[in-house]
């Protein structure tokens, strides 16, 4: 490459990274421009390029770690069950308010949730880990009736029998009917069609009363459940549960307990997976059943959270700068190892270095990534990655110059030298990342993504950047003082 186009294409570069560099650092540059505009009555426009995204280590927040009980789930449709929990965790959360919910998915039955500038762990776990399963249950058949009044017969007559006898003991009265699992507890049944099948509860308006209705959507299965289910019940009743209890407080009474009963009437065969529920007092009723159905929309039961953080403001606003503290006398250290160590080329290097940083945070924000603790860790990482690909290429450049070689020769062998080396390392570190990315929790991905993206950037940072750098100056007057490149 002539020196004219080596001149031009480093120009490029550097106008390339000034540009980035007011992307990456709108703050900053709109502080210098409004200097500028009261200094010398100019006109600079601001830059409007928003902030990074700051995960909860530094902006503060709640983290919470489930573990979905997947035991009555196939294994097949395992991974569709947890997508949906996914999707339904977040439907849920943004009912209240939540900005930038993150809900992820690790391992075979985990599930993260970040909730940004919440500040109660208890609040938190009340949205997401209280949210019960809906279910829908069909009338039990005069046969199941009869049999289910035989059972409750023969367990009284034990019961009476039993009842002075020193060795049989009533461990306690039934307070409540867990799940309305007990044989004799109910007119129903459990049916297929559960919140797993559920895509969506809106409320609408009837075209012609604009009385308020209730219109569900159900998935291509669920469709086909709930096609089967209204079949074979039509002119009945379907009764919605919500954790084992009715969906509203049908009898007024301020509570919902086992004496309400929620049941619409099936009145035909419904077909393509839509179906409106009518017949509801008022607006806010409508309103808050179908709150409810969205909430309740779960695929599988959660328990406790097994993982609970809750990281205040301050302390991540305290993170964040020491976090950038750290960053900038890291790079400091570097560069001052560089220069000391390696002199010009050294030099050289830092102002590259300057350039991949500017590109590297410019990167993050481009693909909306979210800046943690870790992930800063991971860009550090990368950044001493960066420098080890050019001590490589200095190394061997130094090896070249005591061959006799020029500097310009020098530059380009120890460039294809060092790049085998370099590329090896690099593409062995981004394996390892990439597998803690794929199989590590929230904090871990941001770190692998951020050291993998930090390391493509600094290969293009030190073998294409730098060595362009190295070959405008090797060709300048400064290639007559080799005691300035070894």
């Given at each position: 490459?002539?020196?004219?186009?080596?001149?031009v294409?480093?120009?490029?570069?550097?106008?390339f990274a000034?540009?980035?560099?007011?992307?990456?650092?709108?703050?900053?540059?709109?502080?210098?421009?409004?200097?500028?505009?009261q200094?010398?009555?100019?006109?600079?426009?601001?830059a409007?390029?928003?902030d990074?995204?700051?995960?909860?280590d530094?902006k503060?927040?709640?983290?919470?770690?489930?573990?979905?009980d997947?035991?009555n789930?196939?294994?097949?449709e395992?991974?569709?069950?947890?997508?949906?929990l996914?999707d339904?965790?977040?439907?849920?959360?943004?009912?209240f308010g939540?900005?930038?919910?993150?809900?992820?998915i690790?391992g075979q039955d985990?599930?993260?949730?970040d909730?940004?500038?919440v500040d109660?762990v208890?609040q938190a776990?009340a949205w997401?880990?209280?949210?019960?399963?809906?279910?829908?249950?069909?009338?039990?058949s005069?046969?199941?009736?009869?049999a289910?009044?035989?059972?409750?017969?023969?367990?009284?007559?034990?019961?009476?029998a039993n009842?002075?006898n020193p060795?049989?003991?009533?461990?306690?009265?039934v307070?409540?009917?867990?799940?309305?699992e007990?044989?004799?507890?109910l007119?129903?049944?459990?049916?297929?069609?559960?919140?797993r099948?559920?895509?969506k509860?809106?409320l609408?308006?009837?075209?012609t009363?604009?009385?308020p209705?209730?219109?569900?959507q159900?998935?291509e299965?669920?469709?086909?459940?709930?096609?089967?289910?209204?079949?074979?019940?039509?002119?009945?009743?379907?009764a919605?549960?919500l954790?084992?209890q009715?969906?509203v407080?049908?009898?007024d009474?301020g509570?919902?307990?086992?004496?309400d009963m929620?049941a619409p009437?099936?009145n035909?065969?419904?077909?393509?997976?839509?179906?409106?529920?009518?017949g509801q007092?008022?607006i806010?009723e409508a309103?808050t059943?179908t709150?409810?159905?969205?909430?309740g929309?779960?695929p599988?039961?959660?328990g406790e959270p097994?993982?609970?953080?809750k990281?205040?403001p301050?302390?991540?606003?305290?993170?964040?700068?020491?976090a950038t503290?750290a960053?900038?006398?890291?790079?400091i250290a570097?560069a001052?190892?560089?220069?000391?160590f390696?002199r010009?080329p050294?030099l050289?290097?830092s102002?590259?270095l300057?350039?991949y940083?500017i590109l590297?945070m410019?990167?993050?924000?481009?693909f909306?990534?979210?800046l943690?603790?870790a992930?800063?860790?991971?860009?550090?990482?990368s950044?001493?990655?960066?420098v080890?690909?050019?001590?490589?290429?200095?190394?061997?450049?130094?090896e070249?110059?005591?061959?006799?070689k020029?500097?310009l020769?020098?530059?380009?062998?120890?460039?294809k030298r060092?790049?085998?080396s370099i590329?090896?390392?690099?593409?062995?570190?981004i394996?390892?990342?990439l597998i803690l990315?794929?199989?590590?929790t929230?904090?871990?991905k941001?770190?692998?993504?951020?050291?993998i993206?930090?390391?493509?950037?600094?290969?293009?940072?030190?073998?294409?950047?730098?060595n362009?750098?190295?070959?405008?100056?090797?060709?300048?007057?400064l290639?007559k003082?080799?005691?300035?490149?070894?």
């Amino acid at each position: 490459m002539s020196n004219k186009k080596l001149v031009v294409s480093s120009v490029l570069i550097v106008l390339f990274a000034v540009l980035v560099s007011i992307y990456s650092f709108p703050q900053q540059y709109n502080s210098f421009t409004r200097d500028l505009n009261q200094k010398y009555q100019t006109n600079i426009p601001e830059a409007d390029f928003g902030d990074y995204k700051l995960g909860l280590d530094l902006k503060g927040g709640v983290h919470l770690e489930y573990k979905a009980d997947l035991s009555n789930i196939p294994e097949r449709e395992k991974p569709q069950v947890m997508e949906g929990l996914r999707d339904v965790i977040e439907r849920r959360v943004n009912i209240f308010g939540v900005t930038e919910p993150i809900v992820q998915i690790y391992g075979q039955d985990r599930i993260s949730v970040d909730l940004p500038s919440v500040d109660s762990v208890e609040q938190a776990i009340a949205w997401i880990g209280q949210t019960p399963l809906l279910e829908f249950y069909e009338e039990k058949s005069e046969e199941e009736l009869k049999a289910a009044e035989e059972v409750r017969k023969k367990v009284q007559e034990v019961m009476d029998a039993n009842k002075d006898n020193p060795d049989f003991d009533v461990m306690g009265e039934v307070q409540k009917i867990e799940g309305w699992e007990m044989a004799f507890a109910l007119p129903y049944k459990k049916t297929e069609l559960t919140g797993r099948y559920l895509k969506k509860a809106a409320l609408v308006n009837n075209p012609t009363t604009y009385a308020p209705e209730i219109e569900l959507q159900f998935n291509e299965e669920g469709s086909k459940i709930f096609e089967q289910l209204t079949e074979r019940n039509v002119d009945k009743t379907i009764a919605i549960f919500l954790d084992g209890q009715s969906i509203v407080d049908t009898n007024d009474d301020g509570v919902i307990d086992n004496n309400d009963m929620y049941a619409p009437r099936v009145n035909e065969k419904i077909i393509g997976g839509k179906a409106v529920i009518t017949g509801q007092k008022n607006i806010a009723e409508a309103k808050t059943l179908t709150q409810r159905l969205n909430q309740g929309a779960l695929p599988v039961p959660l328990g406790e959270p097994i993982v609970q953080q809750k990281i205040g403001p301050t302390l991540g606003s305290i993170s964040l700068t020491n976090a950038t503290k750290a960053a900038v006398v890291g790079f400091i250290a570097i560069a001052a190892f560089l220069v000391l160590f390696y002199r010009l080329p050294g030099l050289i290097a830092s102002f590259a270095l300057i350039i991949y940083v500017i590109l590297l945070m410019g990167a993050i924000k481009m693909f909306s990534a979210t800046l943690t603790l870790a992930g800063i860790g991971g860009l550090i990482l990368s950044l001493g990655m960066a420098v080890d690909a050019n001590i490589l290429i200095f190394s061997r450049m130094r090896e070249e110059l005591l061959n006799g070689k020029g500097v310009l020769a020098s530059v380009k062998e120890g460039v294809k030298r060092a790049w085998p080396s370099i590329r090896d390392g690099n593409f062995t570190t981004i394996i390892v990342a990439l597998i803690l990315y794929i199989f590590g929790t929230s904090f871990i991905k941001a770190f692998s993504f951020a050291l993998i993206l930090g390391i493509l950037i600094s290969m293009l940072s030190a073998v294409v950047i730098s060595n362009l750098f190295l070959q405008v100056v090797g060709k300048g007057k400064l290639s007559k003082y080799k005691g300035l490149w070894s």
